[in-house]
């Protein structure tokens, strides 16, 4: 049998922070549940009890005294896992590997207390008998005389960011008056415009033009800080959660307002990885070690920010090295390989020819050596080196014969 207690802490103070449980009377103790007091500005909305396996879980990020959604980070157990910016985060399918402290940062604002999410699966809620209800985080926020009484002046402009481009209006109310006010409006604490109708218009807003905006009214005060933040005009759509390593995940690329596919590079941890033809990047059987930052760019029209993919742990998942991942692996030992290859056959190349080219030089060298020794010996020739002969000429007698006997 459900046994339901009650205990009411009345006006909550930062040494409240702790972990509750209750106890009844044989002993037998209830889950414990984290409870964080703050007076910072930064709060962490999320469930205070424990949710079953399977359940839709979200976290809110907001600021108090500033109902407008705002940008935020969100982290588990001190790592950075999610960005968004409309201040949620959305967790579907919920296990127990989605246990821990939470905790969110909002830009110029500060951080947030950690919060403790607990998961039980369908059973466990049924082994004990005693729960803790707890009260709406909006409760368990500290004291605050200023809570109770929140300015009169209002910012109005808009929750979700907008495109480039587009023309976004900021309108300053104040109470009882909400019409043609003289208002000053400051962008990041800098004074950039005074209007006497309490409206400023921002035609073809940039990424620029992002920032934290206030308006002032004379005698009346400020409003609160809003934050408007302008998409890039190109936007890198990727999975709102966490997925499961062996699941297939898809990155698309494409221009805000333009569902026509544009060829895109794909980045991870600022390292160009891929370059999607279609504007697409297909992850097939993720990892762990597929986690982390990625971007993407369209040549002529910009880079989108940056969407962390944040991958959990699977104990049935066996790492394989993807086709597409494995034939990017190959084309580069490929390229490297034949750059090493043209390398040594250029550098065997050069030296060929340069023995050549000094070999030809040195019998060159040597055949003129060679010619000149001999020209000098040709033009020294020493005396003693000759050799005379002498030539005795003897003459013979012949014998005279008369003319008659020669003639026969």
């Not at 005698?219 to 609160?224: K, M, R, V, W």
């Not at 302008?230 to 898809?250: A, C, F, N, R």
């Not at 307002?257 to 160009?272: E, L, M, Q, R």
């Not at 993807?322 to 043209?342: K, Q, T, W």
Request: proline fraction near 5%.
């Amino acid at each position: 049998m459900l046994t339901t207690l009650s205990c009411t802490i009345d006006h909550v103070f930062q040494p409240d922070t702790g972990e509750y449980w209750c106890e009844d009377e044989g002993g037998e103790k209830s889950n414990r549940v984290t409870i964080g007091v703050t007076d910072g500005s930064v709060i962490l909305e999320s469930p205070f009890f424990p949710v079953m396996e399977g359940e839709t879980v979200t976290l809110r990020c907001t600021q108090r005294h500033n109902l407008l959604k705002s940008p935020a980070d969100f982290y588990k157990d001190g790592l950075e896992i999610w960005t968004s910016y409309t201040g949620e985060m959305t967790i579907d399918g919920v296990s127990k590997s989605d246990e821990g402290l939470y905790k969110c940062d909002i830009s110029a604002a500060g951080g947030s207390p950690e919060n403790r999410l607990v998961v039980m699966n369908n059973h466990s809620s049924l082994e004990k008998g005693l729960s803790i209800l707890l009260p709406l985080a909006a409760d368990l926020h500290a004291s605050d005389d200023a809570q109770k009484n929140a300015g009169s002046v209002i910012l109005e402009s808009p929750v979700d960011p907008v495109m480039p481009g587009d023309a976004v209006t900021l309108l300053c109310k104040s109470n009882p008056t909400s019409t043609n006010l003289t208002a000053d409006f400051y962008k990041d604490n800098v004074l950039i415009r005074s209007s006497n109708t309490g409206t400023m218009i921002i035609y073809n807003v940039s990424k620029s033009d992002a920032g934290q905006y206030k308006c002032r009214v004379s005698g009346a005060g400020e409003s609160p800080v809003n934050w408007l933040f302008v998409k890039p005009g190109v936007i890198l759509e990727s999975p709102p959660h966490p997925v499961k390593e062996g699941d297939s995940v898809t990155l698309r690329c494409r221009k805000h307002n333009n569902p026509t596919t544009h060829i895109a590079d794909f980045h991870k941890h600022g390292v160009h990885i891929k370059t999607g033809y279609s504007g697409e990047m297909i992850i097939h059987r993720v990892s762990k070690s597929d986690e982390g930052p990625y971007k993407c760019s369209i040549s002529g029209v910009g880079e989108s920010e940056e969407s962390v993919l944040a991958v959990q742990g699977n104990d049935n998942f066996v790492p394989e090295q993807s086709p597409e991942n494995s034939g990017a692996f190959d084309r580069n030992h490929l390229y490297i390989l034949v750059s090493v290859v043209s390398a040594v056959v250029f550098l065997a190349v050069l030296l060929l020819v340069g023995g050549l080219y000094f070999k030809k030089k040195r019998a060159v060298a040597s055949t003129a050596s060679e010619d000149e020794s001999g020209s000098r010996a040709g033009a020294h020739v020493d005396s003693s080196d000759v050799t005379y002969a002498v030539v005795s000429k003897h003459l013979r007698k012949t014998e005279l014969k008369p003319d008659w006997m020669s003639a026969e």
